[in-house]
């Protein structure tokens, strides 16, 4: 079964540093991985996915993260954040095949963008 | 512009009441799903429904049930309410297919007194 690890629950940055939000996985197939973000009471939009093909994936807002297979993780990336971008972050795997189309999400990360 | 619509944005039920949350989407998807958070333990799947009248549990189907008489419309039910399920519950929607994305709801804020 899938499962999804995101490491840190909280990270506050300043306004125009970069961030990274970790991500590690544990599955025995191939997966496929999705970034989803949470602006405060409002429902999840995704960022970015990786299905196949190149390991760098870039996704709306600025944002991009790296598929790492042989460290199986799957970190988000942004070279210089906004106010904005404060929000919780979530990590997900899609789940095995045969109708069973599932996500599994990590815990979330909340990232705080202060002045 | 895919929509994923839930009936309500908050909602206070009496404890032991039976509770009904809907979700409507509008893009012909054939999963929809619904999922419950909480802080701290992020997003965990209550039930998923692949076609009309087809459903298969996720990891905390206990003390739900839910219902896909139509495509479009997934509802969930809590049979007798009670405290422990005050929380915030997201509906979301795709088309087959693990490389699909998933569309969510605004989510519904449900408090149990």
């Known amino acids: 079964a899938q499962s999804v690890t995101q490491l840190d629950s909280q990270v506050p940055v300043f306004e125009e540093a970069p961030v990274e939000l970790r991500c590690n996985y544990s599955?025995?197939?191939?997966?496929?991985l999705f970034w989803y973000v949470q602006y405060p009471n409002q429902g999840l939009q995704l960022l970015l996915k990786?299905?196949?093909?190149?390991?760098l994936v870039k996704g709306i807002n600025g944002f991009e993260a790296e598929f790492n297979k042989s460290q199986t993780s799957f970190h988000l990336r942004k070279p210089s954040v906004h106010i904005s971008d404060t929000a919780e972050y979530f990590c997900?795997?899609?789940?095995?095949?045969?109708?069973?189309?599932?996500?599994?999400f990590g815990k979330g990360t909340k990232l705080t963008v202060n002045p | 512009d895919v929509k994923v619509t839930q009936s309500s944005r908050y909602l206070v039920k009496r404890t032991g009441e039976k509770v009904f949350l809907e979700c409507v989407q509008d893009?012909?998807?054939?999963?929809m799903f619904w999922y419950r958070q909480d802080p701290g333990l992020g997003l965990r799947l209550i039930y998923f429904?692949?076609?009309?009248?087809?459903?298969e549990k996720g990891d905390i189907p206990e003390g739900y049930s839910v219902s896909r008489e139509k495509k479009e419309r997934f509802s969930l039910i809590l049979e007798s309410a009670s405290t422990n399920q005050t929380s915030m519950y997201l509906c979301?929607?795709?088309?087959?297919?693990?490389?699909?994305?998933?569309?969510f709801g605004q989510g519904t804020r449900l408090t149990v007194v």
């Open positions: 979301a929607s795709s088309f087959q297919g693990r490389t699909t994305e998933a569309f």
């Open positions: 599955s025995s197939v191939s997966v496929y």
């Open positions: 990786y299905l196949s093909g190149s390991t």
């Open positions: 997900a795997v899609s789940g095995p095949g045969g109708g069973s189309e599932k996500l599994v």
């Open positions: 893009m012909d998807h054939e999963n």
């Open positions: 429904s692949y076609d009309v009248k087809m459903k």
